[in-house]
Protein backbone atom coordinates (compact mmCIF):
# COMPACT_ATOMS: atom_id res chain seq x y z
CA UNK A 1 0.00 0.00 0.00
CA UNK A 2 1.77 3.13 -1.32
CA UNK A 3 0.37 6.26 0.83
CA UNK A 4 3.04 8.51 -0.95
CA UNK A 5 1.10 12.03 -1.68
CA UNK A 6 2.43 13.51 -4.92
CA UNK A 7 3.39 16.96 -3.84
CA UNK A 8 2.79 19.37 -7.03
CA UNK A 9 4.77 22.43 -5.88
CA UNK A 10 7.21 22.85 -8.08
CA UNK A 11 10.38 25.38 -7.63
CA UNK A 12 9.55 28.00 -10.67
CA UNK A 13 13.10 28.55 -12.20
CA UNK A 14 15.78 30.82 -10.68
CA UNK A 15 15.29 34.55 -8.85
CA UNK A 16 13.67 37.00 -10.67
CA UNK A 17 15.54 40.40 -10.22
CA UNK A 18 13.65 42.85 -8.66
CA UNK A 19 16.14 45.53 -7.92
CA UNK A 20 14.52 49.29 -8.13
CA UNK A 21 15.19 50.81 -11.37
CA UNK A 22 18.41 53.15 -11.27
CA UNK A 23 19.89 51.19 -8.44
CA UNK A 24 23.80 51.61 -8.49
CA UNK A 25 25.87 48.56 -9.76
CA UNK A 26 26.72 45.64 -7.83
CA UNK A 27 30.46 46.45 -7.28
CA UNK A 28 29.49 50.56 -6.16
CA UNK A 29 27.17 48.94 -3.77
CA UNK A 30 29.50 46.51 -2.67
CA UNK A 31 32.08 49.37 -2.09
CA UNK A 32 29.94 51.38 -0.98
CA UNK A 33 28.97 49.24 2.62
CA UNK A 34 32.62 49.19 2.93
CA UNK A 35 34.09 52.49 2.89
CA UNK A 36 30.88 54.93 1.75
CA UNK A 37 28.27 56.68 4.03
CA UNK A 38 29.07 56.70 7.57
CA UNK A 39 32.08 54.81 7.46
CA UNK A 40 33.66 57.64 4.97
CA UNK A 41 35.82 58.96 7.82
CA UNK A 42 37.47 56.19 8.83
CA UNK A 43 38.12 55.08 5.07
CA UNK A 44 39.81 58.73 4.62
CA UNK A 45 41.82 58.16 8.38
CA UNK A 46 42.85 55.63 6.70
CA UNK A 47 43.69 56.35 3.44
CA UNK A 48 45.76 59.15 5.21
CA UNK A 49 47.52 56.06 7.15
CA UNK A 50 47.96 54.45 3.90
CA UNK A 51 49.42 57.52 2.25
CA UNK A 52 51.95 58.08 5.15
CA UNK A 53 53.02 54.83 4.84
CA UNK A 54 53.38 54.64 0.93
CA UNK A 55 55.67 58.37 1.26
CA UNK A 56 57.76 56.38 3.94
CA UNK A 57 57.90 53.62 1.50
CA UNK A 58 59.05 55.84 -1.64
CA UNK A 59 61.41 57.62 0.92
CA UNK A 60 63.68 54.25 1.33
CA UNK A 61 65.14 54.10 -2.06
CA UNK A 62 65.53 57.55 -1.95
CA UNK A 63 67.71 57.61 0.84
CA UNK A 64 69.84 54.90 -0.16
CA UNK A 65 70.22 56.42 -3.64
CA UNK A 66 71.87 59.52 -1.63
CA UNK A 67 74.02 57.73 0.48
CA UNK A 68 75.11 55.77 -2.88
CA UNK A 69 76.20 59.19 -3.45
CA UNK A 70 78.09 60.27 -0.49
CA UNK A 71 80.14 57.10 -0.59
CA UNK A 72 80.62 57.63 -4.56
CA UNK A 73 81.36 61.15 -3.78
CA UNK A 74 83.75 60.27 -1.19
CA UNK A 75 81.59 63.12 1.13
CA UNK A 76 81.66 62.52 5.19
CA UNK A 77 80.43 59.62 7.19
CA UNK A 78 78.44 61.55 9.47
CA UNK A 79 76.29 62.24 6.22
CA UNK A 80 76.18 58.95 5.15
CA UNK A 81 74.83 57.78 8.62
CA UNK A 82 72.24 60.60 7.94
CA UNK A 83 70.88 58.98 5.27
CA UNK A 84 71.01 55.23 6.73
CA UNK A 85 69.26 56.47 9.85
CA UNK A 86 66.70 58.13 7.29
CA UNK A 87 66.14 54.97 5.53
CA UNK A 88 65.56 52.95 8.92
CA UNK A 89 63.45 55.75 9.81
CA UNK A 90 61.04 55.31 6.93
CA UNK A 91 60.57 51.72 7.22
CA UNK A 92 59.53 52.33 10.75
CA UNK A 93 57.11 54.99 9.64
CA UNK A 94 55.97 52.62 6.73
CA UNK A 95 55.65 49.30 9.65
CA UNK A 96 53.83 51.31 11.91
CA UNK A 97 51.57 53.13 9.52
CA UNK A 98 50.96 50.04 7.24
CA UNK A 99 49.43 48.66 10.75
CA UNK A 100 47.22 51.13 11.06
CA UNK A 101 45.51 51.45 8.02
CA UNK A 102 45.57 47.82 7.68
CA UNK A 103 44.02 47.68 11.07
CA UNK A 104 41.45 50.33 9.93
CA UNK A 105 40.43 48.51 6.67
CA UNK A 106 40.38 45.13 8.42
CA UNK A 107 37.83 46.35 10.50
CA UNK A 108 36.38 48.10 7.52
CA UNK A 109 35.93 45.02 5.27
CA UNK A 110 34.76 42.64 8.45
CA UNK A 111 31.81 45.31 9.38
CA UNK A 112 30.81 45.20 5.49
CA UNK A 113 31.24 42.01 5.04
CA UNK A 114 29.06 41.54 8.56
CA UNK A 115 26.35 43.87 6.96
CA UNK A 116 25.73 41.86 3.44
CA UNK A 117 25.41 38.93 5.63
CA UNK A 118 22.77 40.04 8.22
CA UNK A 119 21.12 41.88 5.65
CA UNK A 120 20.82 38.58 3.65
CA UNK A 121 19.43 36.25 6.19
CA UNK A 122 17.62 39.21 7.72
CA UNK A 123 15.71 39.79 4.12
CA UNK A 124 14.92 35.48 3.75
CA UNK A 125 13.61 35.17 6.93
CA UNK A 126 11.05 38.31 5.73
CA UNK A 127 10.18 36.43 2.68
CA UNK A 128 6.59 35.01 1.70
CA UNK A 129 6.27 31.49 0.92
CA UNK A 130 6.29 32.16 -2.58
CA UNK A 131 9.74 32.94 -3.08
CA UNK A 132 10.97 29.83 -1.62
CA UNK A 133 8.55 27.94 -3.90
CA UNK A 134 10.87 29.69 -6.68
CA UNK A 135 14.31 28.83 -5.12
CA UNK A 136 14.82 25.49 -3.73
CA UNK A 137 16.95 25.89 -0.43
CA UNK A 138 20.01 23.37 -1.83
CA UNK A 139 20.20 26.10 -4.29
CA UNK A 140 19.24 29.05 -2.01
CA UNK A 141 22.02 27.72 0.20
CA UNK A 142 24.61 27.20 -2.15
CA UNK A 143 24.49 31.01 -2.87
CA UNK A 144 24.44 32.18 0.15
CA UNK A 145 27.42 30.27 1.09
CA UNK A 146 29.56 30.63 -2.47
CA UNK A 147 28.77 34.37 -2.74
CA UNK A 148 29.16 35.05 0.52
CA UNK A 149 32.49 33.73 0.02
CA UNK A 150 33.26 35.52 -2.73
CA UNK A 151 32.06 38.95 -1.11
CA UNK A 152 34.19 38.00 1.73
CA UNK A 153 37.29 37.82 -0.38
CA UNK A 154 36.61 41.28 -2.13
CA UNK A 155 36.09 42.91 0.93
CA UNK A 156 39.03 41.58 3.28
CA UNK A 157 41.69 41.71 -0.11
CA UNK A 158 40.58 43.37 -2.89
CA UNK A 159 39.10 46.55 -1.82
CA UNK A 160 42.29 47.74 0.73
CA UNK A 161 44.57 46.20 -1.92
CA UNK A 162 42.90 48.26 -5.09
CA UNK A 163 43.33 51.15 -3.11
CA UNK A 164 46.86 50.58 -1.87
CA UNK A 165 48.23 49.59 -5.19
CA UNK A 166 46.80 52.36 -7.10
CA UNK A 167 48.50 54.80 -4.83
CA UNK A 168 52.16 53.48 -4.73
CA UNK A 169 52.10 53.43 -8.46
CA UNK A 170 51.09 56.74 -8.40
CA UNK A 171 53.20 57.99 -5.82
CA UNK A 172 56.12 56.55 -7.39
CA UNK A 173 55.32 57.79 -10.68
CA UNK A 174 55.29 61.22 -9.56
CA UNK A 175 58.45 61.15 -7.58
CA UNK A 176 60.13 58.88 -11.05
CA UNK A 177 59.12 61.42 -12.68
CA UNK A 178 60.29 64.58 -10.44
CA UNK A 179 63.52 62.73 -9.44
CA UNK A 180 64.94 62.24 -13.59
CA UNK A 181 62.24 62.08 -16.27
CA UNK A 182 64.48 60.15 -18.47
CA UNK A 183 64.78 57.35 -16.11
CA UNK A 184 61.28 57.57 -15.12
CA UNK A 185 60.13 57.07 -18.69
CA UNK A 186 62.77 53.98 -19.02
CA UNK A 187 61.14 52.41 -15.90
CA UNK A 188 57.85 52.50 -16.77
CA UNK A 189 58.50 51.37 -20.61
CA UNK A 190 57.59 47.65 -19.59
CA UNK A 191 54.13 48.67 -17.79
CA UNK A 192 51.94 47.73 -20.38
CA UNK A 193 53.26 44.43 -20.87
CA UNK A 194 52.67 44.03 -16.86
CA UNK A 195 49.32 45.11 -16.93
CA UNK A 196 49.06 43.06 -20.56
CA UNK A 197 49.86 39.90 -18.67
CA UNK A 198 47.31 40.66 -15.84
CA UNK A 199 44.84 41.23 -18.20
CA UNK A 200 45.38 38.12 -20.16
CA UNK A 201 45.45 35.76 -16.79
CA UNK A 202 41.93 37.32 -15.46
CA UNK A 203 40.70 36.71 -18.47
CA UNK A 204 41.38 33.42 -18.75
CA UNK A 205 41.69 32.48 -15.53
CA UNK A 206 38.69 34.24 -13.95
CA UNK A 207 36.16 32.94 -16.73
CA UNK A 208 37.58 29.46 -15.70
CA UNK A 209 37.87 29.39 -11.61
CA UNK A 210 33.95 31.11 -12.32
CA UNK A 211 33.23 27.89 -14.92
CA UNK A 212 34.93 25.74 -11.95
CA UNK A 213 33.05 27.34 -9.08
CA UNK A 214 29.92 26.15 -11.03
CA UNK A 215 31.25 22.34 -11.73
CA UNK A 216 31.82 22.23 -8.16
CA UNK A 217 28.36 23.31 -7.16
CA UNK A 218 26.85 21.18 -9.60
CA UNK A 219 29.07 18.17 -8.31
CA UNK A 220 28.26 18.78 -4.76
CA UNK A 221 24.47 19.07 -5.84
CA UNK A 222 25.00 15.70 -7.17
CA UNK A 223 26.76 14.40 -4.30
CA UNK A 224 24.58 15.41 -1.77
CA UNK A 225 21.60 14.07 -4.06
CA UNK A 226 22.95 10.48 -4.44
CA UNK A 227 23.29 10.84 -0.83
CA UNK A 228 19.99 11.21 0.33
CA UNK A 229 18.96 9.34 -2.31
CA UNK A 230 21.09 6.76 -1.51
CA UNK A 231 18.00 4.37 -0.35
CA UNK A 232 16.55 4.75 -4.14
CA UNK A 233 19.80 4.26 -5.06
CA UNK A 234 20.62 0.94 -3.30
CA UNK A 235 17.36 -0.56 -3.79
CA UNK A 236 17.49 -0.03 -7.53
CA UNK A 237 21.38 -1.24 -8.21
CA UNK A 238 21.45 2.11 -9.81
CA UNK A 239 25.34 2.13 -8.53
CA UNK A 240 26.68 2.38 -11.93
CA UNK A 241 24.88 5.04 -12.71
CA UNK A 242 25.23 7.01 -10.20
CA UNK A 243 29.21 6.61 -10.76
CA UNK A 244 28.97 7.14 -14.15
CA UNK A 245 27.22 10.40 -13.73
CA UNK A 246 29.51 11.54 -11.11
CA UNK A 247 32.35 10.36 -13.03
CA UNK A 248 31.48 12.90 -15.95
CA UNK A 249 31.03 15.70 -14.30
CA UNK A 250 34.32 15.25 -12.43
CA UNK A 251 35.81 14.54 -15.46
CA UNK A 252 34.65 18.58 -16.42
CA UNK A 253 36.20 19.94 -13.30
CA UNK A 254 39.84 18.17 -13.55
CA UNK A 255 39.78 19.85 -17.49
CA UNK A 256 38.35 23.43 -16.16
CA UNK A 257 40.63 23.36 -13.15
CA UNK A 258 43.59 22.59 -15.23
CA UNK A 259 42.88 25.74 -17.06
CA UNK A 260 42.30 27.57 -14.74
CA UNK A 261 45.41 26.55 -12.66
CA UNK A 262 47.75 26.80 -15.45
CA UNK A 263 46.73 30.23 -15.47
CA UNK A 264 47.39 31.75 -12.69
CA UNK A 265 50.14 29.10 -12.11
CA UNK A 266 51.97 31.45 -15.06
CA UNK A 267 51.26 34.65 -13.67
CA UNK A 268 53.80 34.66 -11.25
CA UNK A 269 56.88 33.63 -14.02
CA UNK A 270 55.95 35.71 -16.37
CA UNK A 271 55.17 39.03 -14.26
CA UNK A 272 58.91 37.91 -12.40
CA UNK A 273 60.72 38.05 -16.14
CA UNK A 274 59.45 41.05 -17.11
CA UNK A 275 60.12 43.22 -13.64
CA UNK A 276 63.78 41.64 -14.48
CA UNK A 277 63.94 42.72 -17.58
CA UNK A 278 62.44 46.37 -16.54
CA UNK A 279 65.53 46.34 -14.11
CA UNK A 280 68.32 45.55 -16.38
CA UNK A 281 66.86 48.13 -18.65
CA UNK A 282 66.94 50.97 -15.63
CA UNK A 283 70.55 50.17 -15.28
CA UNK A 284 71.50 49.85 -18.94
CA UNK A 285 70.27 53.36 -19.46
CA UNK A 286 71.82 54.51 -16.25
CA UNK A 287 75.01 53.42 -17.03
CA UNK A 288 74.69 55.85 -20.02
CA UNK A 289 72.96 58.64 -17.82
CA UNK A 290 75.62 58.20 -15.15
CA UNK A 291 78.05 58.45 -17.94
CA UNK A 292 77.04 61.72 -19.56
CA UNK A 293 76.60 63.23 -16.37
CA UNK A 294 72.82 63.43 -16.42
CA UNK A 295 72.04 60.88 -13.73
CA UNK A 296 74.08 60.35 -10.39
CA UNK A 297 74.53 56.74 -9.34
CA UNK A 298 72.36 56.74 -6.35
CA UNK A 299 70.24 57.93 -8.51
CA UNK A 300 70.25 54.66 -10.62
CA UNK A 301 70.33 52.67 -7.35
CA UNK A 302 66.94 54.18 -6.43
CA UNK A 303 65.39 54.02 -9.55
CA UNK A 304 66.46 50.17 -9.26
CA UNK A 305 64.13 50.08 -6.17
CA UNK A 306 61.44 52.05 -7.28
CA UNK A 307 60.82 50.03 -10.51
CA UNK A 308 60.57 47.02 -8.07
CA UNK A 309 57.89 48.94 -5.97
CA UNK A 310 56.17 49.84 -9.02
CA UNK A 311 56.25 46.19 -11.02
CA UNK A 312 54.85 44.05 -7.15
CA UNK A 313 51.31 45.96 -7.63
CA UNK A 314 51.22 45.38 -11.50
CA UNK A 315 51.53 42.18 -10.64
CA UNK A 316 48.99 41.79 -8.34
CA UNK A 317 46.51 43.34 -10.50
CA UNK A 318 45.47 39.79 -12.11
CA UNK A 319 44.25 38.71 -9.28
CA UNK A 320 42.94 42.13 -8.16
CA UNK A 321 40.73 41.86 -11.02
CA UNK A 322 39.54 38.04 -10.84
CA UNK A 323 38.39 38.46 -6.82
CA UNK A 324 36.81 42.11 -7.99
CA UNK A 325 34.65 40.25 -11.16
CA UNK A 326 34.00 37.36 -8.87
CA UNK A 327 32.83 39.55 -6.25
CA UNK A 328 30.70 41.41 -8.96
CA UNK A 329 29.38 38.16 -10.17
CA UNK A 330 28.36 36.95 -6.66
CA UNK A 331 27.38 40.57 -5.15
CA UNK A 332 24.56 40.37 -7.75
CA UNK A 333 23.09 37.59 -6.81
CA UNK A 334 23.44 38.58 -2.89
CA UNK A 335 21.73 41.81 -3.90
CA UNK A 336 18.85 40.16 -5.41
CA UNK A 337 18.25 38.37 -2.53
CA UNK A 338 18.64 41.74 -0.58
CA UNK A 339 16.59 43.55 -2.74
CA UNK A 340 13.82 40.77 -2.51
CA UNK A 341 10.43 41.57 -1.31
CA UNK A 342 7.72 39.62 0.44
CA UNK A 343 4.80 39.32 -1.70
CA UNK A 344 3.03 39.37 1.50
CA UNK A 345 3.00 42.69 3.81
CA UNK A 346 0.75 43.42 6.61
CA UNK A 347 -1.17 46.68 5.60
CA UNK A 348 -0.18 49.67 6.85
CA UNK A 349 -2.98 49.89 9.53
CA UNK A 350 -2.99 46.38 10.11
CA UNK A 351 -4.04 45.20 13.28
CA UNK A 352 -3.31 42.41 15.72
CA UNK A 353 -5.41 39.30 15.39
CA UNK A 354 -7.95 39.15 18.28
CA UNK A 355 -9.25 35.59 19.19
CA UNK A 356 -12.95 35.27 19.63
CA UNK A 357 -13.35 31.63 19.63
CA UNK A 358 -12.20 30.82 15.75
CA UNK A 359 -14.80 31.30 13.81
CA UNK A 360 -13.71 31.01 10.02
CA UNK A 361 -15.79 32.59 7.22
CA UNK A 362 -15.00 32.08 3.40
CA UNK A 363 -17.02 34.53 1.18
CA UNK A 364 -16.26 34.17 -2.67
CA UNK A 365 -12.83 33.54 -2.58
CA UNK A 366 -10.57 32.89 -5.67
CA UNK A 367 -7.02 32.66 -5.53
CA UNK A 368 -3.93 31.52 -7.81
CA UNK A 369 -0.08 30.92 -7.82
CA UNK A 370 -0.10 32.92 -10.98
CA UNK A 371 -1.46 35.05 -12.60
CA UNK A 372 -4.87 34.43 -14.77
CA UNK A 373 -4.69 30.74 -13.56
CA UNK A 374 -7.15 30.40 -10.72
CA UNK A 375 -6.25 27.32 -8.25
CA UNK A 376 -9.50 27.97 -6.02
CA UNK A 377 -12.67 29.32 -7.35
CA UNK A 378 -15.47 31.47 -5.80
CA UNK A 379 -15.21 29.02 -2.37
CA UNK A 380 -17.77 30.35 0.39
CA UNK A 381 -18.29 28.74 3.53
CA UNK A 382 -18.79 29.54 7.40
CA UNK A 383 -16.63 27.87 10.05
CA UNK A 384 -18.19 27.99 13.47
CA UNK A 385 -16.13 28.22 16.58
CA UNK A 386 -14.91 25.29 17.93
CA UNK A 387 -15.72 23.04 14.51
CA UNK A 388 -13.66 20.46 13.41
CA UNK A 389 -13.49 20.45 9.33
CA UNK A 390 -12.53 17.14 7.41
CA UNK A 391 -11.06 18.05 4.05
CA UNK A 392 -10.76 15.47 1.13
CA UNK A 393 -10.43 16.02 -3.04
CA UNK A 394 -8.64 14.67 -5.82
CA UNK A 395 -4.62 15.26 -5.69
CA UNK A 396 -4.25 18.62 -6.68
CA UNK A 397 -7.91 19.87 -5.91
CA UNK A 398 -6.27 22.98 -3.71
CA UNK A 399 -6.73 21.17 -0.14
CA UNK A 400 -3.02 22.36 0.64
CA UNK A 401 -3.51 25.71 -1.40
CA UNK A 402 -6.71 26.44 0.76
CA UNK A 403 -4.87 26.38 3.90
CA UNK A 404 -1.85 27.92 2.67
CA UNK A 405 -4.04 31.38 2.60
CA UNK A 406 -5.83 30.52 5.44
CA UNK A 407 -2.33 31.25 7.12
CA UNK A 408 -2.28 34.36 4.72
CA UNK A 409 1.01 32.40 3.28
CA UNK A 410 -0.51 33.82 -0.10
CA UNK A 411 -2.89 36.82 -0.88
CA UNK A 412 -6.13 35.95 -2.13
CA UNK A 413 -7.12 37.79 -5.38
CA UNK A 414 -11.06 37.77 -4.80
CA UNK A 415 -13.27 37.71 -2.27
CA UNK A 416 -12.57 37.80 1.52
CA UNK A 417 -11.45 35.99 4.05
CA UNK A 418 -12.64 36.78 8.08
CA UNK A 419 -11.85 34.81 10.85
CA UNK A 420 -13.30 35.74 13.92
CA UNK A 421 -15.03 38.38 12.05
CA UNK A 422 -11.76 40.08 11.14
CA UNK A 423 -10.36 40.66 7.69
CA UNK A 424 -7.75 38.39 6.67
CA UNK A 425 -6.00 40.77 4.73
CA UNK A 426 -6.14 43.43 7.73
CA UNK A 427 -4.66 41.69 10.32
CA UNK A 428 -0.59 41.69 11.34
CA UNK A 429 0.98 38.13 9.69
CA UNK A 430 2.82 37.53 13.02
CA UNK A 431 -0.62 37.81 15.48
CA UNK A 432 -2.51 35.45 13.57
CA UNK A 433 0.34 32.93 12.67
CA UNK A 434 0.94 32.66 16.62
CA UNK A 435 -3.11 31.68 16.69
CA UNK A 436 -2.92 29.14 14.48
CA UNK A 437 -0.73 25.89 14.79
CA UNK A 438 0.16 24.39 11.95
CA UNK A 439 1.07 20.40 11.07
CA UNK A 440 2.52 19.42 8.14
CA UNK A 441 2.84 16.08 6.46
CA UNK A 442 6.55 16.62 5.91
CA UNK A 443 7.40 16.89 9.62
CA UNK A 444 10.20 19.39 10.14
CA UNK A 445 12.52 19.25 13.18
CA UNK A 446 16.17 21.00 13.66
CA UNK A 447 19.07 19.67 14.33
CA UNK A 448 18.40 20.23 17.86
CA UNK A 449 17.89 18.57 20.83
CA UNK A 450 14.19 16.67 21.20
CA UNK A 451 13.49 19.34 24.06
CA UNK A 452 14.73 22.40 21.98
CA UNK A 453 12.10 21.16 19.14
CA UNK A 454 9.63 20.84 21.68
CA UNK A 455 10.06 24.32 22.89
CA UNK A 456 10.81 25.38 19.74
CA UNK A 457 7.60 27.42 19.09
CA UNK A 458 6.89 28.92 22.56
CA UNK A 459 9.33 30.86 24.41
CA UNK A 460 7.44 30.81 27.77
CA UNK A 461 6.92 27.68 27.71
CA UNK A 462 8.72 24.95 30.59
CA UNK A 463 10.36 21.91 30.02
CA UNK A 464 7.85 20.17 32.35
CA UNK A 465 5.03 21.71 29.81
CA UNK A 466 6.91 19.91 27.14
CA UNK A 467 6.58 17.01 28.98
CA UNK A 468 3.23 17.17 29.67
CA UNK A 469 2.78 18.23 25.97
CA UNK A 470 4.91 14.71 24.58
CA UNK A 471 2.71 12.68 27.05
CA UNK A 472 -0.45 13.65 25.63
CA UNK A 473 0.63 13.32 22.23
CA UNK A 474 1.96 9.56 23.09
CA UNK A 475 5.42 10.71 22.55
CA UNK A 476 6.80 10.67 26.17
CA UNK A 477 7.15 6.41 26.20
CA UNK A 478 9.31 6.68 22.95
CA UNK A 479 11.14 9.64 23.19
CA UNK A 480 12.57 8.57 26.74
CA UNK A 481 13.45 5.21 25.09
CA UNK A 482 16.65 7.13 23.20
CA UNK A 483 19.25 7.24 24.31
CA UNK A 484 19.64 10.39 26.19
CA UNK A 485 15.78 10.96 26.84
CA UNK A 486 14.80 13.91 26.16
CA UNK A 487 18.41 15.20 25.33
CA UNK A 488 18.75 13.25 22.76
CA UNK A 489 20.11 15.05 19.92
CA UNK A 490 18.20 15.09 16.61
CA UNK A 491 20.28 14.09 13.74
CA UNK A 492 19.27 16.29 10.63
CA UNK A 493 15.51 17.26 10.40
CA UNK A 494 15.43 14.24 12.91
CA UNK A 495 16.51 11.60 10.59
CA UNK A 496 17.13 9.35 13.55
CA UNK A 497 13.44 9.05 14.16
CA UNK A 498 10.81 7.04 12.38
CA UNK A 499 8.54 8.82 10.53
CA UNK A 500 5.93 8.45 12.63
CA UNK A 501 8.00 9.66 15.31
CA UNK A 502 9.04 12.76 13.97
CA UNK A 503 4.81 13.58 13.26
CA UNK A 504 4.66 12.81 17.39
CA UNK A 505 7.27 15.10 18.11
CA UNK A 506 5.65 17.76 15.70
CA UNK A 507 1.84 17.06 17.11
CA UNK A 508 3.84 17.39 21.07
CA UNK A 509 4.93 20.30 19.50
CA UNK A 510 1.97 22.26 18.28
CA UNK A 511 0.46 21.44 21.80
CA UNK A 512 3.61 23.52 23.38
CA UNK A 513 2.62 26.21 21.35
CA UNK A 514 -0.61 26.16 22.12
CA UNK A 515 -2.33 28.02 19.36
CA UNK A 516 -5.81 28.46 18.80
CA UNK A 517 -6.68 26.95 16.12
CA UNK A 518 -5.07 23.65 14.13
CA UNK A 519 -4.64 23.16 11.11
CA UNK A 520 -3.25 19.43 9.98
CA UNK A 521 -2.42 18.58 6.49
CA UNK A 522 -2.04 14.67 5.55
CA UNK A 523 -0.23 14.50 9.14
CA UNK A 524 -0.69 10.60 9.40
CA UNK A 525 0.34 8.95 6.21
CA UNK A 526 2.83 6.34 6.40
CA UNK A 527 2.45 4.95 9.42
CA UNK A 528 1.44 1.51 10.65
CA UNK A 529 -2.23 1.43 12.07
CA UNK A 530 -0.77 1.26 15.43
CA UNK A 531 1.18 4.59 15.48
CA UNK A 532 -1.26 6.16 13.33
CA UNK A 533 -4.07 5.42 15.96
CA UNK A 534 -1.79 7.09 18.53
CA UNK A 535 -0.93 10.03 16.41
CA UNK A 536 -4.49 10.52 15.87
CA UNK A 537 -5.20 10.22 19.65
CA UNK A 538 -2.78 12.82 19.93
CA UNK A 539 -4.41 15.18 17.37
CA UNK A 540 -7.60 14.48 18.71
CA UNK A 541 -6.33 16.10 21.88
CA UNK A 542 -4.72 18.76 20.23
CA UNK A 543 -8.00 20.00 18.34
CA UNK A 544 -10.10 19.55 21.27
CA UNK A 545 -12.42 22.63 21.95
CA UNK A 546 -10.84 24.42 19.10
CA UNK A 547 -11.63 25.26 15.26
CA UNK A 548 -9.59 22.48 13.10
CA UNK A 549 -9.01 21.62 9.63
CA UNK A 550 -7.63 18.51 8.54
CA UNK A 551 -7.00 17.35 5.01
CA UNK A 552 -6.54 13.45 4.78
CA UNK A 553 -6.76 11.28 1.61
CA UNK A 554 -8.25 8.02 3.89
CA UNK A 555 -11.45 9.31 4.47
CA UNK A 556 -11.99 7.12 7.69
CA UNK A 557 -8.60 9.67 9.31
CA UNK A 558 -11.64 12.43 8.70
CA UNK A 559 -14.99 10.20 9.19
CA UNK A 560 -15.75 11.44 12.59
CA UNK A 561 -15.32 15.47 11.70
CA UNK A 562 -18.35 17.58 12.46
CA UNK A 563 -18.29 18.25 8.56
CA UNK A 564 -16.58 17.63 5.68
CA UNK A 565 -14.85 19.73 3.11
CA UNK A 566 -15.47 18.26 -0.51
CA UNK A 567 -12.98 19.68 -3.07
CA UNK A 568 -12.61 19.41 -6.90
CA UNK A 569 -10.64 20.92 -9.30
CA UNK A 570 -10.68 24.48 -7.00
CA UNK A 571 -14.27 24.00 -5.70
CA UNK A 572 -16.12 23.40 -2.63
CA UNK A 573 -18.50 20.75 -4.08
CA UNK A 574 -19.54 18.95 -0.59
CA UNK A 575 -19.76 20.45 3.05
CA UNK A 576 -21.29 18.16 5.32
CA UNK A 577 -21.42 15.89 7.88
CA UNK A 578 -19.82 12.01 7.22
CA UNK A 579 -23.72 10.63 7.24
CA UNK A 580 -25.00 13.71 5.42
CA UNK A 581 -22.39 13.27 2.54
CA UNK A 582 -23.21 9.49 2.56
CA UNK A 583 -27.13 9.81 2.96
CA UNK A 584 -26.68 12.37 -0.22
CA UNK A 585 -24.62 9.55 -2.64
CA UNK A 586 -22.45 12.07 -4.36
CA UNK A 587 -19.30 13.17 -4.44
CA UNK A 588 -17.81 11.99 -1.31
CA UNK A 589 -20.09 8.97 -1.55
CA UNK A 590 -18.29 7.98 -4.41
CA UNK A 591 -14.71 8.37 -3.12
CA UNK A 592 -15.71 6.24 0.53
CA UNK A 593 -16.72 3.79 -1.87
CA UNK A 594 -14.37 3.26 -3.55
CA UNK A 595 -11.29 3.18 -1.44
CA UNK A 596 -12.87 0.39 0.18
CA UNK A 597 -14.49 -1.63 -2.87
CA UNK A 598 -12.62 -4.85 -2.98
CA UNK A 599 -11.01 -4.65 0.28
CA UNK A 600 -13.49 -7.79 1.57
CA UNK A 601 -16.69 -7.58 3.68
CA UNK A 602 -14.73 -7.96 6.58
CA UNK A 603 -13.52 -4.54 9.29
CA UNK A 604 -15.23 -1.47 10.40
CA UNK A 605 -13.75 0.98 7.23
CA UNK A 606 -12.40 3.31 10.28
CA UNK A 607 -10.44 0.41 11.08
CA UNK A 608 -9.22 0.14 7.47
CA UNK A 609 -6.51 2.69 6.41
CA UNK A 610 -6.30 3.05 2.14
CA UNK A 611 -5.20 5.56 -0.09
CA UNK A 612 -7.73 6.29 -2.55
CA UNK A 613 -5.24 7.56 -4.47
CA UNK A 614 -3.56 4.45 -5.53
CA UNK A 615 -6.94 2.42 -5.49
N1 LIG B 1 3.61 26.94 -5.20
C1 LIG B 1 2.83 26.68 -6.23
N2 LIG B 1 2.98 27.40 -7.37
C2 LIG B 1 2.18 27.17 -8.43
N3 LIG B 1 1.20 26.25 -8.44
C3 LIG B 1 0.99 25.51 -7.35
C4 LIG B 1 1.81 25.68 -6.18
N4 LIG B 1 1.37 24.81 -5.25
C5 LIG B 1 0.35 24.14 -5.81
N5 LIG B 1 0.10 24.55 -7.05
C6 LIG B 1 -0.96 24.08 -7.95
O1 LIG B 1 -2.20 24.28 -7.31
C7 LIG B 1 -3.07 23.19 -7.50
C8 LIG B 1 -3.58 22.70 -6.16
O2 LIG B 1 -2.49 22.23 -5.40
P1 LIG B 1 -2.63 21.78 -3.90
O3 LIG B 1 -1.27 21.59 -3.37
O4 LIG B 1 -3.49 22.73 -3.17
O5 LIG B 1 -3.37 20.40 -4.07
P2 LIG B 1 -3.82 19.38 -2.96
O6 LIG B 1 -5.28 19.27 -3.04
O7 LIG B 1 -3.24 19.74 -1.65
O8 LIG B 1 -3.19 18.06 -3.52
P3 LIG B 1 -2.53 16.83 -2.72
O9 LIG B 1 -3.65 15.98 -2.31
O10 LIG B 1 -1.72 16.15 -3.75
O11 LIG B 1 -1.74 17.36 -1.60
C9 LIG B 1 -2.29 22.15 -8.26
O12 LIG B 1 -2.73 22.19 -9.60
C10 LIG B 1 -0.86 22.59 -8.16
O13 LIG B 1 -0.18 22.30 -9.36
MG1 LIG C 1 -1.72 18.90 -0.42
Redesign the pocket.
Known amino acids: MSDK??????P?GPIEPTGEPGKASTLSRLVGRMIGGSHKGRTALATLFLVIALAALVTIPYATGRGMNVITEQGSTDELWDWVLLGFFAGGVYLLASYLANRMFAKLAAEALYSVQTDLFNNVQTLSM?FF?KNPPGELSSNVTNDGEVVSLFYTTAVSQILRSTLQVLMILVVMFVINWQLAVVATLTIPLLIGVAWIVARIASPAFNRLQELLGEVSAFQEETLSGHKVIISKNRHDWAEEQHEEQVGGVYQVGKRAFMASLMQFPATQSLSLIQNVLVLLAGTFLVASGEATVGVVLAFAGYSALLAAPLAEMANLITTTLNASAGGDRVFRIIDERPDVVDAPDAVDYEFKGGRVQFEHVDFG??PNSL?LRDNTFDVAPGESIGIC??????????I?IMTRYYDIDGGRILIDGQDLSKLTQHSLRKQIGVVLQEAFLFTDTVMNNLLYANEDATPEDAIEAAKKANAHDFIMALPDGYDTMLTERGANLSQGQRQMVTIARAMVADPKMMILD?ATSNVDTRTEKLIQDGMRKLMEGKTSFS?A?RLATIRDSSRIMV?NG?EIVEMASHDELMADRGFYYALYMSQFKGRGPAGDPAEIAIDFVST
Do not use: R
Not at 5 to 10: D, L, R, V
Not at 393 to 402: C, E
Open positions: ITTSAQQGFYVVGPTGAGKSTLNEIHLG
